[in-house]
């Protein structure tokens, strides 16, 4: 038997001991030149120069804890294996020692010992009164399941899955606008008179043509379309409507943007051989006027930190988180419920106050002053100039929305058919409010617009703030149209 190894020797990497004669080796693949790493053999490299070992050492190992006796074929042994063996037999020679070696060398070999890993806990989920899990379920799991409830039916799940995969597309076009050339202008106008960003132009028509896919709506509204889109459905008859980038002033400087839609249910427009063109277009613009009350289903998605889409079928809110991982919304706020009375937040948009009626100035004023309460901390501003993202923030942490006529647009600047009723939809969902009117005194969702891109102003948060909102108005409103005064 060859000479031993001192214990004192150092070993770069992992070793085995063989208790019997007390020898090391060590492994190390990726210094075995021209041998198939995958061989997992061990060799006496790299480590200390030491007097009196026989060279067959080297080649003497098979696996870790191997016996001895299996030689391997010496043609297979590298050549810097083979060199090390001749510089060996005429020791004392050092040989270039790896740099980590080096550092090994200063302390003594220890026995190598396996540690055992923590045992593997289970994710915990919460469950909702419902049986969905937050952070499990998915949108496609929560469809079928209200479908399977009766709450929502197969055409309707089909058109919600995919704007779901409309939005996917657009949220990858958004994250990549600055590097794609998609910021700027496009060079048109809506019909709403708003200049159109190029985002809202692809954005529309990939909401179109997801919607004309599904063969399960008969009419597309959009901001982005002077007129109603007539499409053919096989079943389904629904309208859907949308706005397909809310926000996109703040493409350019990456700030919060969102899409917003509500689908209606089926009417009929029934267009007969006889009606010239204007006749039917007459007859779908008629069965597009649809209130809030027509609802169905409603929401939106926001395009920030992450991609959310929040989502009502007439029974509670319920949020879903895009994991860009799997491509899945997953399941990640439960029944939302606005909270009442929430933080004290106020939002609009405060440029526009000197435009506002002198009633809404001063209850801007009684807010800033601490409203009801003046012994509590005034209210603080919020505002990010996207309705999506201002109304994503009320819906989860309360407050009030402020959207007034003002001079410059008297019938407000929210169009009611895709942004206002599908908002108003949640907000009651979620047991908010969302009212309108000189005292805030009516339901966004019993309007029934004059045409499809019709403009309201909204009043939507807190129950508990919009009804301190409607006993300050029905209380200074008389007041203050007799004439305005600074004072509260």
Not at 5 to 23: E, K, V
């Amino acid at each position: 038997m060859p000479n031993e190894l001192p214990n004192n020797q150092a070993i770069r990497y992992g070793f085995t001991d063989q208790s019997a004669s007390n020898y090391f080796a060590i492994w190390d693949p990726p210094i075995l030149h021209g041998r198939d790493a995958s061989e997992s053999r061990f060799f006496a490299v790299q480590v200390l120069p030491f007097r009196g070992v026989d060279p067959s050492l080297l080649t003497r190992f098979v696996g870790i804890g191997g016996a001895f006796g299996t030689a391997l074929p010496p043609p297979r042994m590298s050549s810097a294996v083979s060199s090390m063996s001749s510089a060996i037999r005429g020791a004392p020679v050092r040989p270039r020692i790896h740099r980590a070696a080096r550092k090994a060398a200063s302390r003594l070999t220890t026995r190598a010992r396996a540690v055992e890993a923590p045992p593997k806990t289970e994710k915990s989920t919460k469950k909702s009164s419902k049986g969905y899990r937050v952070g499990v379920d998915t949108l496609n799991t929560f469809l079928f399941r209200e479908e399977t409830a009766g709450r929502v039916n197969g055409d309707l799940a089909i058109i919600v899955n995919n704007i779901a995969i409309a939005c996917k597309k657009i949220s990858n076009l958004v994250a990549v606008a600055p590097i794609s050339g998609l910021t700027g202008l496009a060079g048109s106008s809506n019909e709403s008179g708003d200049e159109q960003k190029k985002l809202d132009v692809i954005s529309n028509d990939i909401f179109c043509d997801a919607m004309s896919e599904t063969c399960r709506a008969n009419m597309i509204v959009t901001e982005e379309e002077d007129v109603p889109l007539r499409v053919e459905a096989i079943s389904g008859d629904y309208i859907v409507c949308f706005d397909p980038i809310d926000g996109s002033s703040n493409i350019d400087a990456a700030v919060t943007t969102g899409s917003i839609f509500g689908i209606y249910s089926s009417g009929e427009c029934v267009i007969t051989d006889g009606d010239s063109v204007e006749d039917a277009m007459e007859k779908c613009v008629l069965n597009a006027r649809k209130s809030g009350e027509e609802l169905v289903c409603a929401g939106y998605v926001m395009y920030s930190s992450s991609t959310v889409m929040m989502l009502t079928c007439g029974d509670g809110v319920y949020g879903f988180t895009l994991d860009t991982a799997t491509g899945e919304y997953v399941l990640s706020h439960d029944d939302v419920k606005i909270p009442d009375p929430g933080q004290r937040i106020y939002s609009g948009n405060n440029g526009n106050v000197d435009k506002w009626a002198p009633e809404m100035k001063a209850y801007v004023r009684y807010l800033q002053l601490g409203g009801a309460d003046k012994d509590k901390a005034p209210f603080s501003y919020r505002y990010i100039g996207a309705l999506v993202g201002d109304f994503h923030r009320t819906l989860l942490y309360g407050g009030i929305w402020l959207y007034p006529p003002d001079a410059s647009a008297p019938q407000g600047k929210a169009r009611l058919l895709y942004e206002v009723a599908p908002m108003g939809y949640l907000a009651e969902q979620a047991g908010g409010m969302a009212m309108w009117g000189e005292t805030a005194e009516k339901r966004v969702m019993e309007v029934v617009p004059q045409n499809i891109h019709q403009r309201s102003p909204m009043f939507v948060g807190s129950t508990s703030m919009v009804k301190d909102l409607q006993e300050f108005l029905a209380d200074r409103a008389p007041v203050y149209r007799n004439g305005p005064r600074d004072e509260l």
